[in-house]
Each structure stands twice: as structure tokens, then as C-alpha cells.
């Protein structure tokens, strides 16, 4: 909570898994609550890995929410039904997913442009009790107007919370964000609304509270991969950020054991996102790494500056 305002951790694929969210609550903290990224079943089978993420044993973070990505009903009951025995009774439905593939199979922000499907998928989810909903979206896929046809079917399973990234899915992460039809969402919706997208320190969170006051709280992506310090200048310090990517090293060695080319593209994707800037020099050795020694040295060398 930052001058009252809420702040959650938002789920991204291949990055803020179960590892990264608890070393980075740990190590720096700030969020409120944590999503995890969207599990989906494949050949009528929740991938197991996906299952092992949002187990309750294995996040040791507040307010933890596990992540669905389906289009078809069968397949959101199935996944709902095997969080709900885990133990969680909160969980987001992913209407935001921009990647073509998934969207042309109407899953992610695709879903938008269906409004029998997407009334057909909160219908069958009714039947499963003891669970309570968050809708995380996007404006539409092509069209920025598409929620409108979407946002009535919410009173079907009254989301406790509803957080909107302003852009298509056409979009992917780039341009504009389009804050009139957030605006026209926040007057609309009976359900508390909030805000996602291009939110990289305290300032910009206080100004987005500022310009939209309505809004329940505030989700941040990359501002926190890129900055796991983001919300506690205080802690942005080499050593905690080294940290972190320290137990990440530990926990992929473990869980892919003895596979060094993938735990080296596993770490490498780390770096997409993670402290962009640092020295260029580093981070370009790091990126060009053909095995985990040179990595380890790039590595070392970007600390090392960092401590300077
Ligand atoms: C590589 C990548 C993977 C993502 N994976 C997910 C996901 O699994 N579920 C989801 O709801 N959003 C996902 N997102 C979207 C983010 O949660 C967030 O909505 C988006 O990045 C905008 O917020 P930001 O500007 O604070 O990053 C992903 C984004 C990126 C860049």
C-alpha cells in the first residue's frame, strides 16, 4: 500500500513464477497480492508444472492468485475445480492474453471479441462453489470498444475485482494506452477497476491515482521485473539484487536439473526484463553467453559495476 493506494504483483508468463514471486516478496516486497501467470489444459490435461506453481506449499507470498486461461467451459471447471482442492478460493480468469495463437483459438483478450462464448464460460463456472472471481482483460482485441459487450456478462459471476490493461490485444505490450475507454470502463463497471499498464516507479502509480481516483488499486508488470525494488527505494542495493537472481539460478538448477542449455536460456530470459539499466557492456555479455560459466562470469562482471 502506497499513500493508501493497493498494489499488486502482476502475472508474467515464464518469469514471475512461484521462485521470482517469493524472492522478490522476501527480498524487497511492496505488492499487496501476487497473480500468477495463466495455466491452461492441454490434450485434456493441466500441465503439471502449472499445477506445481500455484500450489499453496509452494508460495509463500500475501494473497496469492492463481491464474485460468480457457476458452472452452470444460476445461475452466477443470482447472477451477483442481485449485479449489489445493485450498484457493480466489482466482483470476484471463481475458487479456494477447499472443495470436492463443487468441485465435478465442482464449486471452481473443475471448473479447465472443460474447456468447465468454457467457457461456462464467455460466458453467457458477457451478462451481466455494470460489470467487477476478477478471483480468483488456480493452478488446481489435476493436478498443469490445468490453462493452462484455463487461454486462460480469454480473454473472459479480468478479470482486476486475483489473484492466487499456489496450487491444492487436497491441500486444507497445502503444498507446487508451485511458478514455479505461475511464468509460471505471464509470461503467459495478466492480472495483484496476489500473494495468506502463507503471515503472511510485510517481507514476501516484499520478495514475491522481488522474483516475476511482480505481480500486493499481497491477505492475515489468516496472517490478525490471526493478524488484520499485515500491522500497531503500532496498535497491547490488547485493539484493544479486540476491534475487541468485535463487533463481539455485531454483532452476534444481527443478531442470542438470540441463545446462535450458537452465542458460531460462536465466537469459530473466534478462529481457531484469535491470535494463545496467551496463550495457554486461548485459550484452550476458545476452551473448554460450554456456553457463560465461554466464556466470557476465553475471559476476554486472554485479560487480553495480556495487561500484
Ligand atoms: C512476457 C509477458 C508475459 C505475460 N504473461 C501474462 C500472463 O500469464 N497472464 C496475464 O494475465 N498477463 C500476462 N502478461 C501481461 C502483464 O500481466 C501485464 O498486464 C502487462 O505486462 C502490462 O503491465 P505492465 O506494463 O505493468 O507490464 C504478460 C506480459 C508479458 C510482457
Known amino acids: ?9 502482476a502475472p508474467v508468463q515464464g518469469i514471475t513464477d512461484c521462485h521470482w514471486r517469493n524472492a522478490q516478496h522476501e527480498i524487497f516486497g511492496g505488492p499487496e497480492g501476487y497473480y500468477g501467470p495463466f495455466m491452461r489444459v492441454e490434450h485434456g490435461e493441466i ?3 502449472d499445477l506445481i506453481d500455484a500450489s499453496p506449499a509452494n508460495n509463500r507470498v500475501p494473497h496469492f492468485t492463481p491464474q485460468i486461461l480457457a476458452c472452452q467451459p470444460k476445461d475452466a471447471v477443470k482447472m477451477v475445480e483442481e485449485l479449489v482442492a489445493m485450498g484457493h478460493k480466489f482466482i ?17 483478450s481473443g475471448l473479447l471479441q465472443y460474447p456468447d462464448e465468454t457467457e457461456k464460460l462464467f455460466k458453467a463456472l457458477l457451478k462451481v462453489p466455494g470460489v470467487s472471481y477476478s477478471i483480468k482483460m483488456r480493452l478488446g482485441w481489435d476493436d478498443p470498444k469490445q ?14 475485482q476486475v483489473v484492466v490493461h487499456p489496450r487491444t490485444g492487436r497491441q500486444q505490450y507497445k502503444g498507446v494506452l ?9 464509470s461503467l463497471c459495478h ?19 491522481q488522474i483516475l481516483p476511482d480505481i480500486a488499486g493499481v497491477m505492475i508488470g515489468r516496472g517490478l521485473i525490471e526493478n524488484p525494488a520499485m515500491l522500497c527505494p531503500e532496498k535497491a542495493t547490488a547485493d539484493n539484487y544479486c540476491e534475487l537472481h541468485n535463487r533463481l539460478r539455485e531454483a532452476y538448477t534444481e527443478q531442470l536439473n542438470g540441463g545446462e542449455h535450458q537452465l542458460l536460456m531460462k536465466m537469459k ?7 535494463p539499466n545496467a551496463p550495457h557492456r554486461s548485459l550484452k555479455a550476458i545476452k551473448k553467453a554460450t554456456s553457463m560459466a560465461k554466464y556466470n562470469a557476465a ?6 559495476s553495480l556495487e561500484l
Open 1 to 9: 500500500m502506497i499513500d493508501g493506494i493497493k498494489i499488486l504483483c
Open 47 to 49: 500441465r503439471r508444472r
Open 92 to 108: 483470476d480468469i484471463n481475458l487479456g492474453c494477447p499472443f495470436p495463437p492463443i487468441a485465435l483459438h478465442h482464449k486471452g
Open 147 to 160: 468490453w462493452r459487450e462484455i463487461v454486462p456478462l460480469f454480473d454473472i459471476i459479480t468478479p470482486e
Open 178 to 186: 487508451n485511458l478514455d475507454e479505461f475511464s468509460e470502463i471505471l
Open 191 to 209: 466492480y472495483p477497476v484496476v489500473y494495468n499498464g506502463e507503471l515503472k516507479t511510485i510517481e507514476e502509480v501516484m499520478r495514475v491515482k
Open 269 to 275: 530470459s530473466l534478462w529481457e526484463i531484469y535491470l
Open 299 to 304: 553475471v559476476n562482471e554486472l554485479f560487480y
